[in-house]
């Protein structure tokens, strides 16, 4: 052995084997952390590309008890009209044969495009009453009495307007 590593035993303490020391030590418990999944991702939407379209007759009525029955207020699926309606909250009455409830493809509650009228009348209404069921393949205009709309037109054109799905939220609070 040489000089210098005498020395360097003789001078340097002796390594001691790694002991654990006794340390101050707190022990805690794991954290409960709620992890909120990911929001699934915005999916485009996509309507069908050729919506049924039936061809009907068309007219108009009033909320009067002359045409419709002693409660002209209350339609067919319990929504009571405005005192003072117009033809702008755009509700419409369907002959039975259209409805759901006696075989047809629409329901109340759902909304159809209508156009083939004039371009006061065209766009979107809500189904919400029946027509008498005498009538076939038509469909009833709701508008107030103090609008001047009259007439019955043939060959008019409605079809379904398709839902859209709710959107997504983006982010939800935490």
């Known amino acids: 052995m040489s000089i210098a590593l ?12 790694s002991v654990p020391r006794h340390l101050p ?13 990911a929001p ?17 007759t068309a007219t108009i009525y009033m909320a009067d008890a002359r045409q419709t029955d002693d409660e002209p207020l209350v339609t067919a699926d319990n929504s009571r009209i405005p005192a003072h309606a ?10 039975r044969d259209l409805l759901e409830k006696w075989g047809g493809p629409f329901a109340f509650g759902d909304s159809v495009q209508v156009s083939g009228i004039s371009a006061e009348l065209d766009g979107t ?6 027509m008498n069921r005498r009538f076939k393949h038509g469909i009833d205009l709701l508008v107030g009495k103090h609008e001047d709309f009259y007439g019955r037109w043939t060959d008019v054109r409605i079809r379904p307007v398709p839902e859209r799905p709710a959107p997504a939220p983006e982010w939800q609070a935490g």
């Not at 005498?6 to 084997?17: A, D, E, G, I, K």
């Open 125 to 130: 209404y809500i189904i919400h009453d029946t």
């Open 86 to 95: 117009s033809s702008k909250i755009r509700w419409i009455a369907l002959s």
């Open 40 to 56: 699934a991702p915005a999916v485009a939407y996509h309507p069908p590309q050729k919506l049924p379209t039936y061809r009907v």
């Open 6 to 17: 005498f020395l360097l035993y003789l001078f340097l303490p002796t390594p001691t084997p």
């Open 25 to 37: 030590t707190a022990h805690l418990a794991p954290r409960v952390v709620a992890v909120n999944p």
